[in-house]
């Protein structure tokens, strides 16, 4: 397979596949599909079917290049930290499947997961095992006392 890449950071790409037979190219339409992987990182086009970690990608506003570490902001928003007023700000603009990233991924201020809005997660579900958990150290705590 040929890969016809300029700007990798571009919405519209074209992936083209060489046939040795016939000596043409042929459009592939559906990459995912082709390599039959699920998913496709957009920053650095990497296939894959459960997770990635993008070395080209900030993990907390999908920034590239990676933010760099300066003063830390707090957003009381999404209940998360970032990098640097240019990371918090980022977060504010950029998108993740449409959505802008301070509503796409936040911290659930109950339990401190870190929720995705195309996550199937239910704070009350999910939080009774953490609260649970806090209660049997403090128990725990105070036998060793």
């Known amino acids: 397979m ?4 300029g700007n990798s950071l571009s919405a519209k790409k074209l992936y083209l596949l ?3 037979d016939q000596g043409r190219y042929n459009v592939i339409t559906n990459i995912k599909a082709a390599m039959a992987k699920k998913y496709i990182c957009n920053a650095c086009d990497t296939l894959y079917d459960f997770t990635h970690k993008c070395d080209i990608v900030c993990s907390l506003c999908t920034a590239t290049p990676p933010c760099t570490k300066d003063k830390s902001n707090y957003c009381g928003t999404c209940s998360r930290y970032f990098l640097s007023e240019k990371c918090f700000q980022n977060h504010l603009i950029l998108k993740v499947k449409g959505e802008l990233v301070c509503l796409w991924r936040q911290i659930c201020r109950n339990c ?16 009774a095992h953490i609260v649970l958990r806090n209660n049997l150290q403090a128990i725990y705590a105070t036998w060793l006392h």
């Open 18 to 20: 060489y046939d040795q």
């Open 112 to 127: 401190s997961y870190l929720v995705t809005s195309d996550s199937k997660y239910e704070c009350s579900k999910n939080c």
């Open 2 to 5: 040929v890969m016809i890449s």
